[in-house]
Nanobody, 123 residues
Framework: QLQLVESGGGLVQPGGSLRLSCAAS????????IGWFRQAPGKEREKISC????????SYADSVKGRFTISKDNAKKTVYLQMNSLKPGDTAVYYC????????????????WGQGTQVTVSS
C-alpha cells in the first residue's frame, strides 16, 4: 500500500520551532516531487513549499519564506519541513503530498497525500 505519513506536529509557543516529517511507505521518493500544504480552519488549503525529486530545487510561499526549510532524504524515504520563528498564523493542519515527476518542482496536482499533522502555535 502506497502512503505518506506525517509526524512532528504539536503545540509550540510563538517564536518556537518544529520539524515535520513526511515518510513514504510502499514506494521510494527518488522520482517524486513533494509538496507541503497547510489548511487552517475556515481557510483554503495553502501550498507552502515544494521540493524536486532530486532535492536540488526548492520553493516557498511568501508567508513562510525565510522561516521554513524543506529537505529530502531519499535514502530514508522521508521529507522534512523545518519550521522556525513560528507565529500564531502558522496554526493549521499540515499535509505532505507526492507526485512522480522528474524535473518538475511544483506539480499542479499530486497523487498521494498524507493524513495531516496538527500544528498549533499559541502561548
Amino acid at each position: 500500500q502506497l502512503q505518506l505519513v506525517e509526524s512532528g506536529g504539536g503545540l509550540v509557543q510563538p517564536g518556537g520551532s518544529l520539524r515535520l516529517s513526511c515518510a513514504a511507505s510502499g514506494f521510494t521518493l527518488d522520482y517524486y516531487a513533494i509538496g507541503w500544504f497547510r489548511q487552517a480552519p475556515g481557510k483554503e488549503r495553502e501550498k507552502i513549499s515544494c521540493i524536486s525529486s532530486s532535492g536540488g530545487r526548492t520553493s516557498y510561499a511568501d508567508s513562510v519564506k525565510g522561516r521554513f526549510t524543506i529537505s529530502k532524504d531519499n535514502a530514508k524515504k522521508t521529507v522534512y519541513l523545518q519550521m522556525n520563528s513560528l507565529k500564531p498564523g502558522d496554526t493549521a493542519v499540515y499535509y505532505c503530498a507526492a507526485k512522480r515527476a522528474i524535473g518538475v518542482l511544483c506539480p499542479t496536482d499530486y497523487t498521494y497525500w498524507g493524513q495531516g499533522t496538527q500544528v498549533t502555535v499559541s502561548s
